[in-house]
Structures are given as structure tokens and as C-alpha cells.
């Protein structure tokens, strides 16, 4: 019985030393959420070589690599289309795994340090994208001043708003 408790109690240690921990909890692809508002906008994903890697509408859900080599994690370029409104690009961010930086020190080690998570993309994660399309005309008067809904003003700009009486 003690020899059964020492092999499984070795071989559980063995694995935990020669395996990354992000590529055991994590994973190396993720599920990216890509909406707009409004929705239905033609959407472009490009990964860091230009390559078109996904083509469709918003929202959708698509399942992108994270790495993109040795200790490299992927980059992704998406570009928003929809009539009447002003085509827009953005990144989807990309970070570092959790289970990378804790979990290799409670479990993988040097080894998912440096080897198996590096290796497998299982280091980086990737999160969801959600993006504001601008109007791309708007009523105007003729002094120059446009004229708009709030709804059709980006929700990272009415911060700058001001008011007039």
C-alpha cells in the first residue's frame, strides 16, 4: 500500500514538473466576442502577419490562437465596416494568463515557465472587443456645427460634452 501511495504520489509530481500549468488549467485558444453598435457591421480579423484569419458579421464569437510562437503571443487586427457609419480599427487586447505567472510556481515550475507554456501559446489570453461605430454624416448647420443624437455619439467621447443654454 505504501508503495502505491509513493508511485502515484511520484507520478503526480512528475507531471506537475514537466508540464506548464496554463497549458494544463488554460488554454492556448480562445473564445473572442466581437460586437458593435450598432450590430450587423462587416467585420475583418487579421492576425500580426496581415493574414485574414476570420470574415463576418457582428456579433459573433470566433476562436483565435494566442500565441503566435515561441514566447510570442498573437496580435489581432479587426476592422469594422457599415454603411452610413465611419469604418473603424481596433486591437483585440491580449494578456498575460494568470495560471502562467501562479500556477508554475505552485505547480509547473521552470519547466512551464520557460518551456511547455511559451511553447504552447497557453501563456496569453485574449479578451472580447466591443466598438461604437460613429455616424458617418450628420445634420449640420452652416456655421459648421453638427448636429446630433446622443445615441449617435461615441460613449467614449460624451465625457467631453458640454452643455449650451
Known amino acids: 500500500m505504501k508503495k502505491a501511495v509513493s508511485s502515484l504520489v511520484l507520478l503526480f509530481v512528475s507531471v506537475a514538473f514537466f508540464a ?6 488554460s488554454k492556448s485558444d480562445y473564445p473572442v466576442s466581437v ?15 496581415g493574414e ?24 489581432y487586427t479587426v476592422t469594422f465596416r457599415k454603411e452610413g457609419y465611419i ?15 501562479a500556477g508554475n510556481f505552485v505547480f509547473g515550475g521552470l519547466i512551464g515557465w520557460l518551456i511547455v507554456d511559451p511553447a504552447t501559446g497557453a501563456m496569453w489570453t485574449l479578451e472580447n472587443l466591443h466598438v461604437d461605430l460613429s ?4 445634420s449640420s448647420l452652416e456655421n459648421g456645427i453638427q448636429i446630433v ?8 467621447l460624451r465625457s467631453r460634452m458640454v452643455r449650451i443654454n
Open 20 to 25: 506548464g500549468c496554463a497549458s494544463i488549467v
Open 35 to 49: 460586437s458593435s453598435r450598432p450590430q450587423g457591421a462587416e467585420i475583418t480579423i487579421k492576425n500580426r502577419t
Open 52 to 75: 485574414v484569419v476570420f470574415s463576418g458579421k457582428t456579433p459573433t464569437t470566433i476562436s483565435l490562437k494566442a500565441g503566435a510562437g515561441f514566447f510570442k503571443g498573437e496580435n
Open 87 to 101: 469604418p473603424h480599427t481596433a486591437q483585440i487586447a491580449r494578456g498575460v494568463d494568470g495560471w502562467y505567472i
Open 135 to 138: 455616424p458617418a454624416q450628420a
Open 149 to 156: 443624437t446622443i445615441d449617435e455619439v461615441p460613449a467614449h
